[in-house]
Structure formats: structure tokens, C-alpha cells
């Protein structure tokens, strides 16, 4: 699969807005956007008015960015949201949003989407009492995700128990003393807080 290897705040740049990839540095002074929020390269500055298509294009290729997939994986997304009754936009998003990369970051056990998908590579996160190594597994309503027991004692999971998660969507919660967590509910359109124009993708793909 292709990895992305550059500097991740060139991406926001790109994309017009912070996509939160950097976790802390992105609330920070420090964050690259603040600085220059401009495209990335000489010609940044002066690139002409973007075509519709242009803007559905760049309405994926942030979503696709925020959620840290490639083009197979987030295609396949709309596939499925398209064959599920409801609204299109809001079944991919609810979709990408029960990803355990996702829960585990919006969770709060992990500072970004880019270290939960690596906690849960290695092996330190369980659902239901099972290993589970793939950031891509759907979690469903019921379902338990846990830190493994030997591995609660790990430093960076000891400064996880005495950190307050803000913005904890209401379909979740978190037990930070147990490292423990639980999927509530299916996430809604108003549970996703992210700045996101789901139409725009599907009349993208609908072409």
C-alpha cells in the first residue's frame, strides 16, 4: 500500500485547512498552517479559481486525508454507503467513523489518527477480549475496545490515564483508568465534527 512520506502539514496546506494530522503541534503555535496557509510550492500564491470538479476533487482528497486512507479503501467506502439505504454522504461518513483507528483516536488513546493506526499495527489494543491488528476493522455498536492488559503499564499509556479527552462524542465512552471504552451508538451526521462536504464526494463519484 502507498505510504505518504512527506511533511504532513504540506497536506493541510494543499487542502486549504488544518486536517488535524499532527495532533497537539496542529493546536499549538507551532503548527506550519499558521505560518503559511498558502498551497505548498512556488506557485502557491497565485493559482487560478478552481473548477467544480475541481472542488469535488479536492473535497476527497481532504476527506480521504483526514481519515488516512488511499483511493482503493475510501472508493470502496462509497461503494458500500451507496448500497445502504439513507443518504450516501452520511453512510461513508459513518462508515470511515466506526474505522478502530478512528475510535481509538476519538477516544482519546491516541493523539492523532496517525499513532492510534500505529497502536493498533502493534498489537497493543483488543475488541472484545481479541486481538485486532487491522486500523481498518468496522466496530460495531457493543463493542468493547480495551488497551491489553500487558501493556498498561507502558509510559505512554500511564500519561493516557490522567488526560481528559475533550470533545468525546456521545456515541463513545471512555473509561481512562481502565483504558477501556465502548461503542454506544452508531456516529450521526452531528457527531462528526469535522469540516467535511460528504455531497461534494458523491457527486464526485456519481460522474
Given at each position: 500500500?502507498?505510504?505518504?512520506?512527506?511533511?504532513?502539514?504540506k497536506l493541510c496546506r494543499?487542502?486549504g485547512?488544518k486536517?488535524?494530522?499532527?495532533?497537539?503541534?496542529?493546536?499549538?503555535e507551532?503548527?506550519p498552517?499558521?505560518k503559511r496557509?498558502?498551497p505548498?510550492?512556488?506557485?502557491?500564491?497565485?493559482?487560478?479559481k478552481?473548477?467544480e470538479?475541481?472542488?469535488?476533487?479536492?473535497?476527497?482528497?481532504k476527506?480521504?486525508r483526514?481519515?488516512?486512507?488511499?483511493e482503493?479503501?475510501f472508493?470502496?467506502y462509497?461503494?458500500?454507503?451507496?448500497?445502504?439505504?439513507?443518504?450516501?454522504?452520511?453512510?461513508?461518513?459513518?462508515?470511515?467513523?466506526?474505522?478502530?483507528?478512528?475510535?481509538v483516536?476519538r477516544?482519546?488513546?491516541?493523539?492523532?489518527?496517525?499513532?492510534?493506526?500505529?497502536?493498533?499495527?502493534?498489537?497493543?489494543l483488543?475488541?472484545?477480549?481479541?486481538?485486532?491488528?487491522?486500523?481498518?476493522?468496522?466496530?460495531?455498536?457493543?463493542d468493547v475496545?480495551?488497551?491489553?492488559?500487558?501493556?498498561?503499564?507502558n509510559?505512554?499509556?500511564e500519561?493516557?490515564?490522567?488526560?481528559?479527552?475533550?470533545?468525546?462524542p456521545?456515541?463513545?465512552e471512555?473509561?481512562?483508568?481502565?483504558?477501556e471504552?465502548?461503542?454506544l451508538?452508531?456516529?450521526?451526521r452531528?457527531?462528526?465534527d469535522?469540516?467535511?462536504?460528504?455531497?461534494?464526494?458523491?457527486?464526485?463519484?456519481?460522474k
Open positions: 500500500m502507498a505510504v505518504y512520506r512527506e511533511a504532513k502539514c494543499r487542502e485547512g486536517l488535524f494530522l499532527k495532533g497537539d503541534k496542529c493546536y499549538s507551532k503548527c498552517f499558521n496557509p498558502l505548498p510550492g512556488q506557485h502557491g500564491a497565485g493559482r487560478k478552481v473548477s470538479y475541481g472542488q469535488q476533487l479536492r473535497e476527497k482528497q476527506t480521504k483526514i481519515y488516512g486512507v488511499q482503493g479503501q472508493r470502496h462509497y461503494e458500500i454507503a451507496e448500497r445502504k439505504k439513507g443518504i450516501t454522504g452520511e453512510n461513508m461518513l459513518q462508515l470511515l467513523e466506526l474505522r478502530l483507528d478512528n475510535v483516536f477516544m482519546g488513546i491516541g493523539a492523532s489518527r496517525t499513532q492510534a493506526r500505529q497502536l493498533v499495527n502493534h498489537a497493543h483488543s475488541v472484545n477480549g481479541k486481538t485486532v491488528t487491522v486500523p481498518s476493522y468496522s466496530v460495531k455498536v457493543g475496545i480495551a488497551v491489553k492488559e500487558n501493556r498498561r503499564n509510559k505512554f499509556f500519561q493516557v490515564k490522567t488526560m481528559k479527552v475533550a470533545n468525546m456521545k456515541w463513545l471512555f473509561d481512562p483508568e481502565k483504558l471504552g465502548k461503542v451508538a452508531l456516529p450521526t452531528e457527531d462528526i469535522s469540516q467535511i462536504a460528504e455531497h461534494m464526494i458523491v457527486e464526485f463519484y456519481s
